[in-house]
């Protein structure tokens, strides 16, 4: 069966499914998170298949959130910028677990500040203003990379929501 790809879609979070969708691909940028860089180490690590494992690794790469360099004794993968910015998003799912879906005896790891040890606050998007944004005040707006049919949508979106408003 052929991998379905968006990346022609005009949605920023179907483009990043296409590369980050497939839960392998989190948890070796978590293995890398926590200092692992070597095919064994993810193998044993997350308990993946060789097969798997090595097609995720080349698609990480592919997308450059890993780079690959021969090391003396083998290979080592590495975090590069791209792919070090997805600590937040990490966190985030992380945060949502122990929250949501949360082991009866407690978290298996809590995320702290490596310089003073503090535990990382709950992660909450914030406006330019340093304001919390919640769904009720979430709002989207076309971006310079909207086609038509996204400025459509959000139209429509729009309108629904005026028309809620009036209502209620």
Same mark, same amino acid.
């Given at each position: ?11 920023? @979070? ?6 980050? !969708? +497939?839960? %392998? =691909?989190? /948890? ?60 937040? @998003? ?6 949502? !677990? +122990?929250? %949501? =879906?949360? /082991? ?65």
């Amino acid at each position: 069966m052929e991998r379905l790809t968006f990346e022609d879609r005009n949605c920023s @979070i179907a483009r990043s499914l296409d590369v980050l !969708g +497939d839960w %392998w =691909n989190v /948890l070796i940028v978590l293995e890398c998170m926590w200092g692992s860089s070597k095919f064994d180490e993810f193998q044993r690590n997350q308990g993946i298949s060789k097969g798997i494992l090595s097609k995720r690794l080349k698609l990480l790469q592919e997308h450059g959130i890993l780079s690959k360099r021969a090391v003396q004794g083998g290979t080592e993968y590495k975090l590069t910028e791209k792919g070090r910015s997805l600590h937040v @998003i990490v966190v985030a799912i992380l945060q949502w !677990g +122990d929250r %949501w =879906n949360p /082991l009866p005896e407690g978290a298996p790891v809590v995320p702290v500040n490596r310089n003073s040890g503090a535990p990382v606050a709950p992660l909450e998007l914030l406006d330019a203003e340093g304001q919390p944004v919640g769904m009720r005040n979430l709002g989207l707006l076309p971006g310079p990379g909207a086609n038509a049919n996204t400025r459509r949508r959000l139209e429509e979106l729009a309108l629904r929501r005026q028309a809620s408003e009036q209502v209620g």
